[in-house]
């Protein structure tokens, strides 16, 4: 038996000698980052970087809920050197706990400067837009056309076919919420979310899911941001995308430093902040992951609706940045409770 | 003060100094029981004490209750506490009657195809619990290829409290099939076979001996099961739709509101009905424990033949098995095919793509778990052997302190270990350590409960006789407690290492720049949509857990043969 245990023990041994031998990579021209973008685009980004400057990138790729959370756990200890791919009101909470450090990458003036912060708590990237997707057999079905107000999805065609993510776990979702709110103000906005309840089958954790729902046929229509429905569409579902006449809101994705990150890293990591803003990750990001381009300088080949074509509301992400808790909640308590009366 | 009362006083603080100048004696012993507590009280209790401290505080220190009253007050806190009590209870018991009847199936029946049936019990622990949520819209959501290709059902709603359930039950059940199946193993038949002798009918053996001989089985399977229920937030995610409960408030509290606080009190909360159903089965159970394995010479087991007992057996066993298979058979499916529900055509794309992508988190969730594995089992042997066979002061704060990392949702324990264990003394984070250790102590419990339920069954007199003759405490546990315990060290080996590969939530918040895991890339494909991709990494999980289960087999079973005579 004794034996057993030694052989077991040695192993565990030797398991413990290779673990160093793989961790400590830290190179010269290295740096450590979490990212919100999904694992493709995340690495096609960083392997595009890497091609470029011949620098590492070591990254973990998580929600932006899980980033921010952690990055507030780790607050005494940074971890990583930045962060990349959350919402801009996301960045502006982050920066508002003392949770980022600033910085401006030289070609800023490059971007527009409706989103720039005037801090430089975060660099502004792409722009992402809030449409309709529809599973184009369904509509055949039902002989609908896609809809184009905000109001053709309270009608009872869509009873039970709608599909939206839940707002405290999806940054496109809580957009939908909170331009809902701007637009109508509070209460007639919440009124509008409740009727728009009765037609939704089921709130999704992630932002995207809702359009693979609706590409699969599980419902009729989904809401959420542009660049996941196009995704779904390349893929070859039968989705067709369309957007609100009454204005779309939008997201807009951001860089930025962690406070008090480590030290030998920042250098690598403001070139990447940099280039993130460049021609290069600007063109990648539109073909390969449909987003629209923030750096006015940057024209790619057109594949979507130019951003020019879709009417974007008058939306503000500071006031919606600060008022998430209380509408979520609101959210919780009004429209999701009211579900079990129906 | 009343004389009795005060003489019972004095008697029972007269054993405890018994105990403790026994204690004193054995110095081995003592050396590992104060191990096992340092061990215990800094991986298990200081980070969710931790935690929960952090939740009463505001961020100078001060008691706050604020965030306490807004969870009573602004979430829907008790909606969601007794929903999921209700799912808890009902899946625990559920899960515990069908790895009953598999157990019993496999140790007690001449069955066909056993081998097979053993297998296919582990299956759905194989793999990521959100798996067979996704195996379940594919297949019965209001589109699925069942649903709606082949019944023509449109519309039909998987949202809610009844497929929830159904997942639940599916993924757990093995929970109480290996740790009944341990302990019907090591349950001496020849009480059965007494009964059986002296005239009773199967019937009544079965419902005199065998069914009251494994209550504390069925109970700490119950215990397992209601508890992984009430944690469980993967299948929830998917499938509770407006059925709100516990672990998902708590998720989107953290991860949705950016609220630490309220977010982790709501995971705590978790731990009050999983402590309680701890505490009312470890009392029950202490109160008839039932020895059967007494070193004297047993008859073998006679399985059962009669056609009318196994031919039912083997019909249920047979359809779980099918829908179990069906469920990873289309997981299978959608890492092969082009784009589920639109192009059908066959694609290693998914494959060639986790190879490029994963390569690196395959290695690492091998590596991590296989170090985590053994550690876990170990440990988790010792502390049963500890808390079945010996006195020591402070045994039941032991037995408390290995369940509670086990008792919280994992986003909870991911996160006090992070506050924890970031920053000096102890600066585990971006480390593989951190991540060994929350799948060791995430594990843990469950080595404890299979470890304790089989020692239990054992008469102690073998192993005082071991001592008698003069071998010391270390000697025993390793060449005669250990040794029993084999069936229990198997299935505790096996459920470790296959909670430590596919545990999502609790290392979620552990993983590094330098360390991944698998299942963290499977959460971010699904999350991305690339069912896919998320499948395909499924299926690498699952060949790789089945290779380690071989591998496991083959060296348990190795090692121990020379040795099973001894005892049997």
């Known amino acids: 038996m004794k034996k057993v245990i ?43 970087f890497t091609q470029e400057t011949g620098i590492e990138v070591r990254y973990v790729r998580l929600s932006a809920g899980e980033m921010q959370a952690r990055v507030a756990a780790e607050k005494d200890n940074p971890q990583v050197a930045m962060i990349f791919g959350m919402g801009n009101d996301l960045s502006m909470a982050m920066a508002a706990e003392d949770l980022l450090d600033p910085y401006v990458p030289a070609n800023i003036d490059q971007m527009d400067q409706r989103f720039v912060d005037p801090d430089g708590m975060y660099v502004p990237l792409q722009i992402i837009v809030t449409c309709f997707g529809s ?39 809580y957009t939908v919420l909170s331009q809902t709110v701007q637009r109508l103000g509070t209460e007639e906005g919440f009124k509008y979310l409740k009727e728009l309840d009765k037609n939704v089958l089921v709130y999704t954790k992630a932002g995207a899911a809702p359009f693979t729902s609706a590409g699969l046929g599980e419902v009729g229509v989904a809401i959420g941001y542009s660049d996941n429905a196009q995704t779904v569409v390349d893929q070859g579902y039968p989705l067709v995308v369309s957007y609100p006449k009454e204005g779309a ?32 990750a600007m063109t990648l990001a539109y073909s390969e992951f449909n987003q629209y381009p923030l750096n006015t300088t940057v024209h790619p080949e057109p594949k979507m609706i130019p951003i020019e074509d879709i009417d974007l509301m008058n939306f503000d992400p500071v006031l919606s940045a600060k008022t998430k808790k209380e509408n979520c909640e609101m959210f919780e308590n009004e429209v999701r409770s009211s579900a079990d009366v129906k | 003060m009343d004389s009795t009362v005060y003489a019972g006083k004095r008697r029972r603080k007269s054993e405890k100094r018994r105990e403790f100048l026994m204690l004193m004696k054995q110095p081995g012993l003592l050396f590992a029981i104060l191990v096992v507590f340092a061990i215990l009280i800094l991986f298990c209790v200081y980070p969710i004490v931790r935690l929960f401290i952090s939740c009463l505080t ?48 496999v140790t007690r029946t001449k069955l066909p195809g056993k081998k097979f049936f053993n297998i296919m019990a582990i299956l759905p622990i194989l793999s990521p619990p959100f798996v067979i949520s996704l195996a379940v819209m594919l297949l019965f959501g209001r589109s699925g290829l069942i649903t709606k290709n082949l019944l ?92 709100s409960v516990l672990s998902v408030s708590a998720y989107l509290q953290i991860v949705g509101l950016f609220d630490l606080k309220t977010g982790s009190f709501i995971a705590l909360s978790i731990l009050l009905p999983c402590m309680l159903a701890y505490l009312i089965q470890n009392y029950w159970v202490s109160k008839r424990s039932f020895v059967t394995v007494t ?74 778990s296989s170090v985590a594995t053994p550690l876990s089992a170990l440990l988790g042997m010792l502390i049963a052997f500890l808390l079945v066979r010996k006195n020591f002061f402070g045994k039941r704060l032991m037995s408390v302190a290995s369940i509670l990392p086990f008792a919280v949702p994992g986003i909870a324990l991911g996160i006090g270990y992070v506050a924890a264990f970031n920053t000096r003394p102890i600066q585990l984070t971006g480390t593989a350590v951190i991540i060994i250790v929350a799948m060791v102590f995430r594990t843990l419990s469950i080595g404890v409960e299979t470890g304790s339920n089989s020692l239990r069954q054992v008469d102690p007199s073998i192993e ?105």
């Open chain 1, 6 to 48: 030694t052989v077991v023990l040695c192993l565990a041994l030797l398991f413990a000698v290779c673990i160093p031998a793989n961790a400590e990579v830290t190179q010269e021209n290295s740096f450590t980052m979490y990212s919100c973008y999904v694992e493709a685009e995340v690495a096609g980004l960083v392997e595009l």
């Open chain 1, 135 to 173: 599973n184009a057999d369904w509509l055949k079905e039902k002989g609908l056309e896609p809809p184009t107000s905000w109001d053709d999805l309270l009608k009872p065609e869509y009873q039970g076919e709608v599909c939206v993510a839940h707002p405290a776990t999806s940054g496109a979702a």
């Open chain 1, 249 to 280: 809101g939008y997201g807009v994705t951001a860089a930025a430093m962690v406070k008090g990150g480590p030290a030998d890293e920042q250098e690598a990591a403001h070139k990447f902040i940099d280039w993130l803003i460049g021609e290069s």
């Open chain 2, 58 to 105: 505001d961020k100078t220190g001060q008691l706050n209750l604020d965030n306490i009253n807004y969870v009573f007050t602004k979430t829907d806190f008790f909606k969601a506490f007794w929903n999921s009590i209700k799912l808890g209870l009902f899946v625990g018991l559920m899960a515990t009657v069908v790895g009953f009847i598999y157990a019993f199936a």
């Open chain 2, 152 to 243: 023509h059902i449109r519309g039909n709603n998987i949202y809610g409290f009844t497929w929830l359930a159904i997942v639940q039950i599916l993924s757990l059940f093995p929970l109480a099939y290996l740790n009944l199946k341990g302990m019907l193993e090591t349950l001496d038949s020849s009480v059965e076979n007494a009964g059986r002798t002296l005239g009773a009918s199967r019937l009544k053996v079965f419902l005199t001996v065998t069914l009251p001989l494994s209550l504390p089985g069925f109970l700490s399977s119950f215990l397992i099961i209601f508890a992984k229920s009430l944690c469980d937030f993967g299948n929830p995610q998917v499938l509770a739709g407006d059925y």
């Open chain 2, 295 to 368: 070193g004297k010479a047993t008859g073998t087991v006679e399985l059962i033949s009669e056609k009318k007992i196994v031919i039912p057996l083997f019909v249920v066993l047979l359809l779980m098995t099918l829908f179990t298979l069906l469920m990873y058979g289309t997981v299978v499916y959608v890492s092969f095919v082009k784009t589920w529900g639109v192009d059908w055509s066959m694609t290693l794309d998914s494959y060639q793509f986790i190879l490029k992508r994963g390569a690196r988190a395959m290695q690492d969730t091998l590596l991590l």
């Open chain 2, 464 to 568: 005082e006789a071991s001592i008698i003759l003069g071998a010391g405490n270390a000697k025993t546990f390793f060449s005669v407690s250990l040794p029993i315990m084999k069936s229990a060290l198997f299935s505790g080996l096996l459920n470790s290492f296959i909670r430590s590969m596919t545990s999502v939530s609790a290392v979620i918040f552990l993983v590094s720049v330098n360390w991944n895991l698998l299942t963290v890339n499977i959460l971010s494909e699904i999350e991305s949509n690339r069912l896919g991709a998320a499948s395909a990494y499924c299926v690498a999980l699952m060949v790789m857990v089945i290779l380690a289960v071989g591998v496991l087999e083959f060296i348990v079973n190795g090692l121990f043969a020379r040795r099973r005579r001894s005892y049997e």
